[in-house]
């Protein structure tokens, strides 16, 4: 076999060089003989040329070539090219028509710590193939336009053998599976092990049984009812509101420890982090059964969004995963608090996303460049893109938007699709021009809408005038206006709503919209709901912000206003231009207070003050240089005003949200509890952890010891429950991930490297394990005063463990250098610490292709 060069510097994909693969594959028999250290794979794969001759190249990484023949004759080793990365056998080697390729492999699982292809988790085989780990299994194309249908049979003595599809038969040491459906390798998965099953079934709207598995290791059983009820009622909702059904005879769900993100959608079998299926009321939070049921929502309904219609290449994966998490929160807003999750929709949105947006990796919905695409399974591809479909469904309507997608469904189901296809549904099904609208996917930044009132008392009439604008981001420094579409409604002096919620569609640069006929100055309530994913500037005062967070009647801009004063506070005490907390905004509260008991989950959230990046963040965006230590003591110092201004009607509530029935995970009690654990946090300030340590002695749930816990953090009174609870959780994965995350959030900012460095060296932390890992450094990273503090403690900690992770698990650590990103906004000290570790880790040898793509975009 000749070698050929091999070139370091890796050379970037780009969307412009799209070519559709020059070979259909219509079938691929897999036969796999597991062993955790040689594993032996045997592909036959049906292929043939689609016009004309042409080379045939296959991806493969990490595979020891042991023998391959064409229609059945041993090759010339001769014949083929082989490198690091690919396969290739010549056109002229090749016959005009049908031919079958079969190779045979070995790979190696037991080595295999960048968890991507096949690998060991906890003694048990499992698989990662998207999106390009496919190739670590065998030499395949490995790209999403290829779909082929699979044949595996599992040759093992694991007693449970799984793969995707329908099974086929079993026997001793041996299982075989068909998947009907034609598909793309990254959905291809494998799993063998000692598991056992919680089981159930689904009948579907056309009288189907599917039998229904989620597969845990042994014990684990009894902590899988809230995932399998999810489930279920995934199943009937994906029916009811989209009229799609499940298409094979059994639904399987793994849950694995080792994982490297949330969950896989694996055709019929989807393979699971363990902490987002396993849950009982003593080891899991009010917030990770929310959790485990919106991912088991998200990868059920990619059977249809993504199996049966995949993306045609990676620069698509919005396709799949916009829409998906868009149906993910739709489905979470049925069958919980619409408000509420919408209101957490956008937290999170804003925290990460348009974090990403204002920074150095900011990038388009629909990349059109990348080096490694693990890179981009980021909050713009996934949340932003799920925004951009709100906005979609928006503009037409309800109506209009299910004609779309019933459209999308007939015109692409088995087909490998593009955004350009799923625009082009809406302008058929809805008859509207989307090319200005397209640029939601073609341009990346968060525009900022701006907006001035005008008040003509004369003639009754309230104009108010929009300017967009979106700013530079790297490699795109012009950007054209944006179709906006604002939801909102005006309010009279006494609350009223005089002008009820309308839609108004902006398109231009500046644009105005006029209401006639109004008797009084009305105060308006713009991007209800949050319309569109903008960063809306209001020309206001605190005055108005106070009336509209004791009025509106939208409840996502009635959270919004009392978020906006709040912000607006605590932007001012951080730089030192206010003395003392608001005190419109301290009064604010008392309303809420007396009102709390009629939507407790809701009182809970407004009672969330700004965290401490999104006033660093906000701090920024008005142009000012954000001081970490300054930020964290006004947002200490506004809390504990809040508390002792209101004290007694905290402490009360605290006492009246407080459950005595047995815990349910339901949107109901659950705000119950959110509501006591906001007041608690407020009166932490002011009872130096009396409560928090009442709480911890009796909480009957992990929701409640772990908020007592981070309130004894705080007050510097945790040593016993922090030993207690290391003690009664030792045995507990997921648990002790709680323990040292916890402690990581709210270790005193002066402290947060040291304490990270003593939990580092502590033999619990199996830094292997990614959600060990990411439970110490995503704590670290979150501590917003800590992480950034001016000694550069906590970037040197955060950078020497990237570096040993990288040799580990490159996409782990690529994932979570994102802590940099926000780098470029702090003084000059702080941006040249941290530039000095990226350019440390930039220059460790033999860093990881992912990382390396981070740390040279961080740095541009
Ligand atoms: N496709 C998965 C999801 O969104 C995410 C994922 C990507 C998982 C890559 C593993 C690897 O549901
Ligand atoms: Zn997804």
């Not at 694991?158 to 299982?175: D, I, K, T």
């Not at 008005?622 to 964290?632: S, V």
């Amino acid at each position: 076999m000749s070698d050929a060069p091999h070139s370091d510097v890796p050379q970037p994909t780009l969307l412009a060089d799209y070519r559709p693969y020059p070979f259909t594959l219509d079938h691929v028999s897999l036969t796999f003989r597991l062993a955790p250290k040689g594993t032996r794979v045997c592909a036959k794969l049906s292929l043939a040329p689609k016009d004309g001759p042409a080379d045939l190249v296959l991806d493969g990484e990490d595979l020891r070539l042991i023998s391959i023949a064409l229609d059945g004759t041993a090759l010339d080793p001769a014949t083929l090219t082989l490198t690091d990365r690919q396969l290739t056998l010549p056109a002229a080697a090749l016959p005009a028509g049908p031919f079958t390729l079969e190779t045979e492999v070995e790979i190696d699982p037991e080595a295999n710590t960048a968890l991507e292809g096949l690998y060991l988790s906890g003694g048990m085989f499992c698989t990662q193939c998207e999106a390009e780990g496919f190739r670590h299994i065998t030499y395949y194309p490995d790209r999403p336009d290829v779909m082929a249908r699979f044949d595996v049979r599992i040759e093992s003595d694991m007693p449970v053998l799984l793969s995707n599809g329908n099974p086929v038969a079993q026997g001793a040491g041996w299982a075989e599976w068909r998947d009907p459906w034609p598909k793309p390798a990254y959905l291809f998965a494998l799993v063998a092990g000692n598991l056992v099953a919680l089981r159930d079934d689904f009948i579907t709207a056309s009288g189907r049984t599917v039998d229904l598995a989620i597969w845990v290791r042994p014990g684990d059983e009894d902590r899988c009812a809230y995932a399998m009820d999810a489930l279920k009622r995934s199943m009937a909702w994906d029916e009811s509101t989209y009229g799609r059904e499940y298409d094979l005879d059994v639904f399987n769900i793994v849950a694995v420890d080792d994982f490297n993100m949330g969950a896989m959608e694996n055709k019929g079998l989807n393979i699971f982090n363990a902490k987002l299926v396993l849950a009982s009321p003593e080891t899991a939070t009010d917030t990770d059964y929310e959790r485990i049921e919106s991912v088991i929502a998200h990868e059920y309904f990619h059977n249809w969004t993504g199996n049966r219609i995949t993306c045609r290449d990676w620069f698509q994966l919005c396709l799949k995963e916009g829409l998906t998490v868009f149906r993910d929160q739709q489905f979470s807003a049925d069958e919980r608090s619409a408000a509420v999750r919408r209101i957490e929709d956008v937290l999170a949105l804003r925290a990460r996303q348009f974090r990403e947006d204002a920074g150095p990796l900011a990038h388009p919905v629909r990349p059109e460049s990348y080096v490694e695409i693990n890179n981009f399974y980021t909050a713009t591809v996934y949340e932003k893109g799920a925004e951009v479909i709100g906005m979609l469904r928006r503009l037409v309507g309800p109506e209009g938007y299910r004609r779309a997608l019933d459209l999308y469904f007939d015109r692409h189901d088995g087909q490998a699709a593009t955004i350009e296809d799923w625009l082009k549904v809406f302008e058929d099904a809805c008859d509207r021009d989307l090319t200005q609208f397209k640029r939601w996917y073609t341009e990346a930044g968060t525009p900022r809408l701006h907006v001035t009132e005008d008040w003509d008392a004369e003639a009754g009439r309230f104009t108010l005038e929009f300017t967009q604008e979106t700013a530079a981001t790297p490699g795109q420094p012009v950007k054209g206006a944006r179709v906006i579409p604002v939801e909102l409604g005006l309010l009279g002096p006494n609350g009223d709503e005089v002008q009820p919620s309308t839609l108004i569609e902006i398109t231009e640069p500046r644009q105005s919209a006029v209401f006639e006929g109004l008797s009084a100055r009305p105060v308006p309530s713009i991007l209800r709901g949050f319309s569109a994913p903008v960063i809306l500037e209001r020309e206001t005062t605190q005055a108005a912000r106070a009336f509209l967070f004791a009025h509106d009647t939208d409840p996502f801009n009635r959270w919004e206003a009392g978020r906006n004063l709040a912000r607006t506070a605590l932007m001012a005490l951080a730089r030192g231009a206010a003395t003392a907390p608001d005190p419109e905004l301290i009064a604010a509260y008392g309303p809420l207070l007396r009102d709390a008991e009629t939507d407790p989950a809701f009182a809970a959230l407004c009672l969330r003050l700004p965290g401490e990046d999104e006033i660093a963040a906000a701090l920024h965006g008005a142009g000012h240089t954000p001081d970490p230590a300054e930020i964290h003591a006004a947002r200490a110092r506004l809390a504990r005003a809040i508390a002792q201004a209101h004290e007694e009607a905290l402490a009360a509530l605290y006492i009246r949200m407080k459950d005595d029935g047995p815990y349910s995970p339901d949107a109901g009690p659950a705000g119950r509890r959110a509501l006591r654990l906001a007041c608690l946090g407020l009166l932490n300030r002011l009872d130096n952890g009396a409560r928090a340590q009442a709480l911890f002695a009796e909480a009957g749930n992990m929701t409640e010891s772990l908020s007592a816990l981070a309130c004894l953090i705080e007050t510097n009174k945790a040593a016993g429950a922090l030993a207690e609870f290391r003690d009664r959780w030792a045995g507990e994965r997921l648990v002790m991930d709680k323990w040292f995350l916890v402690q990581m959030l709210h270790a005193a900012p002066d402290r947060a490297a040291q304490e990270a460095a003593h939990l580092a060296a502590l033999p619990e932390f199996d830094w292997k394990n990614p959600n060990r890992f990411r439970s110490l450094m995503g704590g670290l990273s979150a501590n917003h005063a800590g992480f950034h503090h001016a000694s550069g403690a906590g970037y040197r900690f955060y950078a020497d463990w990237l570096i040993r992770m990288d040799a580990m698990n490159p996409q782990i650590t690529a994932r979570m250098s994102t802590a940099f990103e926000t780098w470029p906004r702090y003084d000059a000290g702080r941006q040249a610490l941290a530039r000095a570790e990226l350019q440390r880790i930039a220059a460790t040898e033999g860093l990881s292709r992912d990382t390396g793509e981070m740390v040279a975009r961080l740095l541009a």
